[in-house]
């Protein structure tokens, strides 16, 4: 597929996309989300896709939300339309098996904010700028905000933030735990990347295996959750990842993993 409003590379096993608008902030026009949809399939489909990490071209922003000139023409149905194709593309971002990381380089707001929000984790930059500012437009975050962000930061807060329309600092969104990070400008890609490059070693049915209880187990109670973990643990167990990564801890080696399964 071309992409045309997005960047996408590799590096090893690293896919990077970057979101590519940067006159108009990154924003999030129906064009992009399509090609952003694409891209999350192509990643789904290689295997040898390990990480990904999201960011914005440009150093202002890395997305300032849904394109304001598209939403404004939008009558009720053809709203609905958007918001489901918005939430759709973040579900196949929150769904995808791998881990997905993202680089704050700037303003997130609106759908660049609900776009932070279903990556597994962020850093951002000194000078990013998070919030869901749509009440000030006259209109709610569409993109799946007003549930994740108050499911990750509490309800109080979130509806602070999606009450006033005002932004935070990254310096605030680290306090509130919607980034785990806050880096100069400038060293902020490298350290996602050696973040990245960390997962990146580890055993890949693991590394699914992880996220995918996390991910369903957040969303269930806690007995359902532990069961999911103990299965998927016995899973681990029997792949050819728990064989090497214990005899290597016990032959004081560093392991190297090929995520086989016993036969
Ligand atoms: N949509 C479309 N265009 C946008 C945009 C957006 N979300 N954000 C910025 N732009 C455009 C501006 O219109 C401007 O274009 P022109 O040069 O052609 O006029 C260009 O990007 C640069 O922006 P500014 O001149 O405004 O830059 P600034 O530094 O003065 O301000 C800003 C930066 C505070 C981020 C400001 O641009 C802003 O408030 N942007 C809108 C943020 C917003 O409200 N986002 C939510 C969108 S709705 C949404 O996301 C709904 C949802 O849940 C899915």
């Given at each position: 597929m071309k992409y045309e409003h997005l960047i996408f590379s590799m590096e090893d096993n690293i896919a990077l996309i970057t979101f590519n608008r940067p006159k108009k902030l990154n924003a999030l026009?129906?064009?992009?989300?399509?090609?952003?949809t694409g891209a999350l399939d192509q990643i789904k489909r290689d295997e040898n896709i390990r990480v990904l990490i999201l960011t914005g071209a440009g150093d202002k922003a890395f997305v300032a939300g849904a394109d304001i000139k598209e939403i404004s023409a939008c009558n009720t149905l053809s709203a609905r339309l958007f918001a489901e194709k918005g939430q759709h593309v973040i579900g196949k971002l929150q769904g995808l098996s791998i881990p997905a990381i993202?680089?704050?380089n700037g303003y997130a707001l609106g759908g660049g904010c609900e776009i932070v929000l279903a990556c597994d984790f962020a850093y951002a930059s000194e000078t990013a700028m998070l919030g869901l500012p749509e009440i000030t437009l006259g209109?709610?975050?569409?993109?799946?905000?007003?549930?994740?962000l108050a499911r990750l930061i509490g309800t109080a807060r979130a509806k602070e933030m999606?009450?006033?329309?005002?932004?935070?600092?990254?310096?605030?969104?680290?306090?509130y735990g919607i980034i785990n990070k806050v880096l100069a400008p400038e060293l902020l890609l490298d350290e996602v990347k050696k973040t990245a490059k960390i997962i990146e070693s580890m055993g890949k049915v693991s590394l699914r295996a992880a996220k995918e209880v996390i991910?369903?187990?957040m969303n269930a109670d806690l007995d359902t959750g532990l069961a999911?973990?103990?299965?998927a643990f016995a899973i681990c167990m029997a792949g050819e990842d728990a064989r090497e990564?214990?005899?290597?801890?016990?032959?004081?080696?560093?392991?190297v993993f090929k995520g086989g399964f016993r036969g």
């Amino acid at each position: 597929m071309k992409y045309e409003h997005l960047i996408f590379s590799m590096e090893d096993n690293i896919a990077l996309i970057t979101f590519n608008r940067p006159k108009k902030l990154n924003a999030l026009n129906s064009e992009l989300l399509d090609e952003f949809t694409g891209a999350l399939d192509q990643i789904k489909r290689d295997e040898n896709i390990r990480v990904l990490i999201l960011t914005g071209a440009g150093d202002k922003a890395f997305v300032a939300g849904a394109d304001i000139k598209e939403i404004s023409a939008c009558n009720t149905l053809s709203a609905r339309l958007f918001a489901e194709k918005g939430q759709h593309v973040i579900g196949k971002l929150q769904g995808l098996s791998i881990p997905a990381i993202a680089a704050v380089n700037g303003y997130a707001l609106g759908g660049g904010c609900e776009i932070v929000l279903a990556c597994d984790f962020a850093y951002a930059s000194e000078t990013a700028m998070l919030g869901l500012p749509e009440i000030t437009l006259g209109i709610i975050p569409g993109f799946g905000g007003t549930q994740r962000l108050a499911r990750l930061i509490g309800t109080a807060r979130a509806k602070e933030m999606i009450f006033t329309g005002n932004m935070i600092s990254a310096g605030k969104a680290l306090e509130y735990g919607i980034i785990n990070k806050v880096l100069a400008p400038e060293l902020l890609l490298d350290e996602v990347k050696k973040t990245a490059k960390i997962i990146e070693s580890m055993g890949k049915v693991s590394l699914r295996a992880a996220k995918e209880v996390i991910n369903i187990g957040m969303n269930a109670d806690l007995d359902t959750g532990l069961a999911l973990e103990a299965g998927a643990f016995a899973i681990c167990m029997a792949g050819e990842d728990a064989r090497e990564g214990t005899s290597a801890f016990l032959e004081k080696r560093k392991p190297v993993f090929k995520g086989g399964f016993r036969g």
